[in-house]
């Protein structure tokens, strides 16, 4: 399985942008999907995540009600639309996708995508 983020870039704060996360081979559908992110001298953080069935979904509580995940699959895509953005929101996101039932938990997931850099400025 390869995951190929991408979406990233410059964005003002109150601004909106959506990330993508192709995913490669047949099994997209047996997968839980993430997002992650890593802020500029942080540690990697959870965001966002969604079940396999899509039935559900789990957000961290800086990113609730703002940011929605989603994915689409005809064309084995996951996706993080973000909304009213933050200057903390600034961080390289991650996608990944995780063959256990555990959320949020970044050494449970088992593959990785490599990054798109988010900039949100002030």
């Known amino acids: 399985v390869q995951l190929q983020a991408f979406g990233g870039g410059l964005v003002q704060a109150g601004g909106s942008l959506r990330l993508s996360c192709a995913v490669s081979?047949?099994?997209?559908?047996?997968?839980?999907m993430g997002w992650f992110r890593q802020p500029p001298g942080k540690e990697r953080e959870f965001v966002a995540d969604?079940?396999?069935?899509?039935?559900?979904?789990y957000y961290a509580d800086s990113v609730k009600g703002r940011f929605t995940i989603s994915r689409d699959y005809d064309k084995n895509t996951l996706y993080l639309q973000m909304t009213s953005l933050k200057p903390e929101d600034t961080a390289v996101y991650f996608c990944?996708?995780?063959?256990?039932?555990?959320?949020?938990?970044?050494?449970?997931?088992?593959?990785w995508g490599q990054g798109t850099l988010v900039t949100v400025s002030s």
């Open positions: 081979g047949r099994t997209f559908s047996t997968y839980g």
């Open positions: 990944a996708a995780r063959r256990t039932r555990v959320v949020g938990r970044s050494s449970m997931y088992d593959y």
């Open positions: 969604i079940t396999s069935s899509g039935s559900s979904t």
